[in-house]
């Protein structure tokens, strides 16, 4: 399981599972999915961010 980490925040989890439950993750393999993650969680920030912009430009549309 790797968290999905962005300023001290958890946003949730990755869970991966291997096709051969006799062959382990290596250290690369660890290296690869916590960048992943990364890149995951800040995706998932940034869409956060545009959806907030998006919603403030529709009330600015409607109100303003």
């Known amino acids: 399981v790797i968290p ?5 925040k958890i946003l949730g989890v990755l ?3 291997s096709k ?3 062959q382990l993750f290596t250290k ?8 992943f993650g990364d890149y995951t ?8 961010i545009y ?3 998006l919603e403030n430009r529709r009330w600015k549309e409607k109100w303003v």
Do not use: A, C, R, Y
């Open 4 to 8: 999905l980490i962005l300023n001290k």
């Open 15 to 17: 869970s991966v599972v």
């Open 20 to 22: 051969n439950p006799e």
């Open 28 to 35: 690369e393999d660890m290296e690869h999915l916590t960048t």
């Open 41 to 48: 969680s800040l995706t998932i920030n940034n869409l956060f």
């Open 51 to 53: 959806l907030q912009l």
